[in-house]
């Protein structure tokens, strides 16, 4: 990872302040869905590495499926609509659904995509939201956020499933990228 921390201006949460918050997370939804048939829906692919660290810190019976969705491009924010890319492999009727994220920052994601409604017609028991990261400052779009790991300021954070241009999604923490990476600052 050598490399890649060269392009870290500070580390904004380490792997150990992840991992009490996730089983934290875990626990308080251990709780909540005692006795329900929990199914996790995580969106490719940031959410992916926080999935893998909840779902393990979850001690009841719980299934997972993967959602890809289109980025809302400067075309596809034009058109107001973030394609399904791909769709889940098993139904959720009567399931409980928690969608991952990494982070719902403008909340575009998951408000353009209309994977919150789409799930809710095909009939699931219940539709809620868990996100590592919320960034409410950066909202355009009102997202219901039922479970956060952290709120973060308006900073450029990469690591822990989340990248800039495909890069630093390996990192195992979760830092700040230096202004001159991206062009800012
Ligand atoms: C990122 C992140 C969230 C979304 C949040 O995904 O993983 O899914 O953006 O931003 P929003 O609230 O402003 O929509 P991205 O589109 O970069 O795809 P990726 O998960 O494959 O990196
Ligand atoms: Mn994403
Ligand atoms: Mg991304």
Redesign the pocket.
Known sequence: QMDLEEDVAEVLLTQEQIATRVAELGAQISQDYAGKDLMLIC?????NIFLADLVRQITIPVAYDFVAVS??GADTKSSGVVRILKDLDESVESKHVLVV??????????RLSYLLENLRSRRAASVKVCTLLDKPV?RRVD?PVDYFGFKVEDQFVVGY???YQGKYRSLPYIGVLKPEIYGGG
Request: proline share 0%.
């Open positions: 969106i490719l692919k940031g959410a980025s809302y994220e990494d982070i719902v920052d403008t909340g575009l994601t998951l950066r997202v499933g989340l990248d």
